[in-house]
């Protein structure tokens, strides 16, 4: 299974982009919230989540962890498919989209394409546990746009050795405090802290 791909982009649009990585040009589905993350970008690393069924290989790109797992909590609803989870994380931020779901705002839902009244509310019964174990404010924090910083910082302090859930609180507490620090700023504040 794939984790990530990196490479330089060929060509992108609001539901895919296409990553070249060794001469390979990988076609992949995004959803809005990660075209605007990329838009600008000329080379870009995707988390992915592979789709194999009899007729077809998908690939689904993410411009952050938290995303992908939104998604995958998403597909494992009854009756929701890979094409409405991403229609579904198109329509809404993550952010807004765990916060509906936590609150139980079935409106929300049913104002995305596709989602009736009994879908939306299978999404909140289903979802309301797995999604609540991580806070919500980490997904307020997610939902702004020090993601990138945020998910860059975090992979080099995992890289260096530390844990993740420690590197997390601590990120999220400067970046909290200082949401305008560079990567590098917020990898050596971090450093002190850990």
């Known amino acids: 299974m794939y984790e990530y791909i990196s490479g330089k982009i060929v060509e992108h649009g609001p539901a895919h982009v296409v990553i070249e990585n060794n001469g390979l040009g990988y076609f992949i589905s995004i959803s809005l919230y ?13 988390l992915v989540h592979e789709q194999i069924r009899e007729d077809a290989y998908n690939l689904f790109g993410f411009s952050g962890r938290e995303e992908r797992e939104l998604f995958r909590h998403l597909i494992s609803v009854s009756g929701i498919g890979a094409n409405t989870a991403r229609m579904m994380l198109s329509s809404v931020s993550p952010g807004e989209l765990t916060t509906a779901i936590l609150s139980g705002n079935t409106s929300l839902l049913q104002g995305i394409k596709g989602i009736g009244a ?29 993601n990138t910083v945020r998910e860059e ?38 450093l002190k802290m850990l």
Do not use: C, H, Y
């Open 118 to 146: 009994k879908t939306a509310q299978r999404v909140i019964i289903e979802l309301k546990d797995k999604i609540g174990k991580s806070s919500v404010d980490e997904m307020k924090l997610f939902a702004g746009p020090n």
């Open 34 to 46: 990660t075209f605007e993350q990329i838009r600008d970008k000329k080379e870009v690393t995707l």
């Open 153 to 190: 910082a975090l992979s080099a302090l995992v890289m260096l050795g530390f844990v993740r859930g420690a590197s997390q609180k601590v990120v999220d507490k400067i970046l909290a405090a200082q949401p305008e620090l560079s990567v590098e700023q917020l990898i050596k504040a971090s």
